[in-house]
Nanobody, 114 residues
């Protein structure tokens, strides 16, 4: 499984961004897709994930502001981020879980200015 993420950038607080991650390879075996983030000096943390059946889970810090979705026809997962805060600034990583293995895309930087 290969993951290609895009959509990061610089935005003012209160603004919105949408991240995209296209999956390729052994797509039929993906159990879940998700987004993690890592801020400077902090550990990588789960932001949101979506299962193959469509069930979603979110970090408490982003509930009500971020929405994860997937387009199975395009093998793509999205993260719509609204009402962004400076503390959302981080490198965001796309993640796939496939047959008990973890796959990571390259990070995409999201910077939220105050």
């Amino acid at each position: 499984v290969q993951l290609q993420a895009s959509g990061g950038g610089l935005v003012q607080a209160g603004g919105s961004l949408r991240l995209s991650c296209a999956a390729s390879g052994r797509i039929y075996s993906i159990d879940a897709l998700g987004w993690y983030r890592q801020a400077p000096g902090k550990q990588r943390e789960l932001v949101a994930r979506i299962s193959s059946g469509g069930s979603t889970a979110y970090a408490d810090s982003v509930k009500g502001r971020f929405t994860i979705s997937r387009d199975n026809a395009k093998n793509t997962v999205y993260l719509q981020m609204n009402s962004l805060k400076p503390e959302d600034t981080a490198v965001y990583y796309c993640h796939a879980l496939s047959v008990a293995r973890d796959y990571w895309g390259q990070g995409t930087l999201v910077t939220v200015s105050s």
